[in-house]
């Protein structure tokens, strides 16, 4: 009888597999099971069932109008037994499960570079990391949470109130250019701009134009700037390569492109070092909906974070080097 079917996570895991991979082969190594093993275990199933789940044909498997059907029953399934075993795991405090990051291209690549590799003992936990560049009107409206994102570092404030921002630094972001860009397109002061190519970042985007920041020298007033251009990217560390090239002027965080300035690539536009000031946003859960495995990783990358910028603040390296 049906309703006495029993129904074995590992086949469900098969069956879920082959549909993504539509190869017994390709599901047997990636599960690492002999293929005969996989094969065998889908033809137990269907035997069962009394029902084909996939129709084999001379090149892939293709899913029968029954696993179209069933797919989203199998995945909801194995997700719901993954979230009982992160479950158990967290309560026991096990290092185990995946723990997902998100950040712009640049810190992304900081992250990489500088930060994960100093959080010790992850066990078997996975860390992912992800790109997420602000999309449209997000630095100014508020950045979205991703529905797998556990821990992201931005330059915006969440739009959802209940999530936590952390701010870990304040930096000055200001513009920069190629000294032939300026030799052949000089500029005294941010006034200056609207005459200029300046290479535009998407998400601060309104009606084809950004608007750039700068603290008057000498003061706390800051002044706003309508800039335009003929490049638009969506994040910063392309708007670097575009500058690079001599195609106008980027506004960047100087800790981004400190080699840049150090090799003479990219110069100051403004003696003044006229500047804006961003905050770089961790935003996360409230620690009593995280799992313990985000909490491990989460205070990991927090301390580490911290402690290079406090070490930047003594002159030692600086967050971006």
């Known amino acids: 009888m049906m309703n006495k079917l029993q129904l074995k996570p590992r086949e469900l895991k098969i069956i879920s597999v082959i549909a993504a ?7 047997a190594a990636l599960l690492g099971m002999a293929q005969a093993n996989v094969s065998k275990y889908l033809s137990d199933f269907e035997t069962r069932v009394g029902l084909k789940v996939f129709e084999r044909t001379t ?11 069933l797919l989203p029953y199998v995945d909801a399934t ?33 992250l990489a570079r500088h930060v994960i590799h100093q959080i010790n003992d992850i066990g078997d936990i996975r860390i992912c990391l992800k790109t997420y560049n602000l999309d449209r009107n997000e630095f100014s409206e508020g950045v979205s949470f991703p529905d797998d994102c556990d821990i992201l570092i931005t330059y915006a404030q969440p739009k959802d109130e209940s999530l936590v921002a952390s701010v870990l630094t304040k930096y000055s972001v200001t513009a920069f250019a ?14 200056d701009l609207i005459n200029h190519s300046c290479i535009l970042i998407d998400s601060m985007l309104v009606d084809d ?10 003061s706390d007033n800051v002044n706003d700037y309508r800039v335009t251009g003929n490049y638009i990217c969506d994040n910063t560390q392309t708007a670097l390569e575009l500058a690079r090239n001599n195609l106008g002027i980027v506004f960047a965080p100087k800790e981004s ?4 300035l150090t090799q003479g690539m990219l110069v100051p536009c403004f003696p003044h070092q006229e500047e804006w000031w961003l905050d770089l946003t961790a935003i996360f859960r409230k620690r009593e909906y995280q799992p313990w495995r985000v909490q491990y990783v989460l205070d990991g990358v927090l301390n580490c974070l911290r402690q290079q910028i406090a070490q930047a603040a003594h002159g030692r390296p600086e967050l971006g080097d």
């Open 21 to 27: 991979t539509h190869s017994i082969g390709d599901a």
């Open 59 to 69: 090149r892939q498997l293709a899913l029968t109008q029954f696993g179209e059907a």
């Open 78 to 110: 194995l997700e719901k037994n993954n979230q009982l075993a992160n479950f158990i795991a967290d309560y026991k405090h096990e290092k185990s499960g995946k723990v997902t990051l998100y950040a712009p291209t640049g810190i992304v690549t900081y």
């Open 178 to 191: 190629t000294r032939e860009y300026l030799n052949n397109h000089p500029l005294s002061g941010p006034e």
């Open 209 to 218: 134009a950004n608007i750039w920041r700068f603290r008057v020298h000498g």
């Open 257 to 260: 492109l400190r080699k840049e």
